[in-house]
């Protein structure tokens, strides 16, 4: 299964690594592999960076690391439906288990050139399984710091349990993609509409 991101932010698309279209479980990041291909895919990962982890923790300790990740996703997937519909109430034991994960962040500062000429850059180091996870527990603190709880929305379509932030202008987004289950979800009304008729 390709990885999906259309969850218009990082921490959503992580969620997305697991869903269940109509029941049947998908599971995007099933073993090491699976793993690094989507943290390369998500930009989270250069290939050479890729590379040099998978030597250094070998197949069984990718394997480990994405049995790790997947703990951190469902552990985020919960906080985060209860944050989304209660976001002010305390929530001191998740965010003090988002910050024990955050304590293995390792970050460098570069300067690169950009088609806007220099900017400073920062980069995170990623060459243990701590290290990765507090680099996606890092999009979960991005996320619940710096957006709007209810745009944090699941996709209304039938049967899809994807996740997305509503960055649109009204913030009227309902579906996962329009061509998916948008598009899908008004052929159904369009058959409604004919049926009763």
Not at 185 to 193: Q, S
Request: glycine share 8%.
């Amino acid at each position: 299964m390709q990885p999906l991101f259309i969850g218009s932010h990082l921490a959503a698309d992580f969620l997305n690594t697991a869903f269940e279209p109509h029941g049947e479980h998908v599971e995007v990041i099933g073993d090491g592999k699976q793993l690094l291909a989507w943290l390369q895919a998500a930009g989270v990962m250069q290939a050479d960076q890729a590379a040099q982890f998978a030597r250094k923790l070998g197949a069984k300790g990718l394997d480990a690391a994405a049995a790790e990740v997947r703990k951190l996703r469902e552990w985020a997937r919960t906080w985060l439906a209860r944050w989304r519909s209660a976001p002010g109430r305390d929530y001191a034991a998740d965010i003090e288990h988002l910050n024990d994960v955050l304590k293995s962040l390792s970050v460098r500062h570069e300067v690169a050139r950009t088609k806007e000429g220099l900017e400073r850059v920062t980069r995170f180091q990623i060459e243990s399984s701590d290290e990765l996870l507090a680099v996606l527990a890092s999009a979960i603190g991005d996320l619940v710091t710096q957006e709007d709880p209810t745009l944090l929305k699941s996709c209304a379509g039938d049967g899809c349990t994807l996740w997305f932030l509503d960055r649109t202008k009204a913030h009227r987004r309902m579906f996962c993609s329009a061509a998916g289950c948008g598009n899908r979800a008004k052929v159904a009304a369009f058959r409604e509409r004919q049926r009763e008729q």
